[in-house]
């Protein structure tokens, strides 16, 4: 017979009638009043798992493409690409650099050290209104791990209680083809969990293993946020299997000299 008490459990709870965000709303405010309309209690070691429009939005990095006027160096990689020249203008201006080209793809190295098809910035679930709503882009928080510490630090102080955040998108992957939920910012939990010196069932100790629990937590919550029209964009965690703690997204950041695909 099973013992209970030892049984792990990670429950995932999309919160219901999340509303719609707009530029200024205080999204914290907003998260704060969802997990009570949800009939969730905050606990100790509890996560947040936040989709980055809703705090994009919030914090008006919405661009109109009328506003934008490309340089030659956008002009020249729009004609390889075939998108539009003011939209790869966006993208120049949020990497670093750009690691590969062609026809519908752009590939860079984001300001924040992650690497993205175009610099994440997104046109789906993005509306402001206006004659010609469709040119209506929406960039990445400029600075998601202080994002996710203004939350973290705001809900524990309603909630009196430890809690983790992570700020998340959706991100496709060098060997394997669909987009998972990647995480871009966090706060109040490991991102990465060193299991080097550990031992296996065998005695034997681990000598490589690192464990993306960031990243596997941002999977399984992309999956109950939905890619379309399903309208959840927070998920309560409960029951994530390792102690919180300070961190930040470069644990999670393959140094350049250690990356196969530059």
Sequence with gaps: MINQSKTKQLVLTALREFPLIRAGDDICVVLWEAIK????????GDIL??????????????????????SERAIQLAQVTGKDPRFIELVLC???KVLRIRENTIIVE???????????????????????????VLLLPEDADRSAQMIRTKIQES?????????????????????????????????LVDLRGVEDLFGY???????????????????????????????????FPYPLR???????IRPEDQDLFR
Excluded: Y
């Excluded at 300070?246 to 999670?252: A, N, P, Y």
């Design 205 to 239: 100790k681990l000598r490589i293993t690192q464990v993306g629990a960031a990243d596997e937590l941002a999977a399984a919550a992309s999956l109950l946020m939905g890619q379309s029209k399903e309208g959840n964009p927070v998920v309560h965690v409960r029951g």
């Design 159 to 191: 909630s009196g209680k430890n809690i983790g955040v992570l700020i998340i998108d959706s991100h496709g992957r060098a060997w394997r083809t669909g987009t998972v939920g990647t995480t871009i910012g966090i706060a109040g939990m490991p991102a």
């Design 49 to 70: 798992v936040i989709a980055q429009k809703i705090i994009s939005k919030s914090e008006n990095r919405m661009i109109h493409l009328s506003t934008v006027t490309p």
């Design 37 to 44: 309309g949800n009939g969730i209690v905050i606990e100790d």
């Design 110 to 136: 984001h300001k924040n050290g992650f690497i993205c098809a175009n610099a994440g910035i997104d046109h789906s679930n993005v509306n402001g209104g206006g004659e010609t709503p469709e040119e209506w």
């Design 246 to 252: 300070e961190s930040s997204l470069k644990e999670l």
């Design 94 to 96: 949020e990497s670093r």
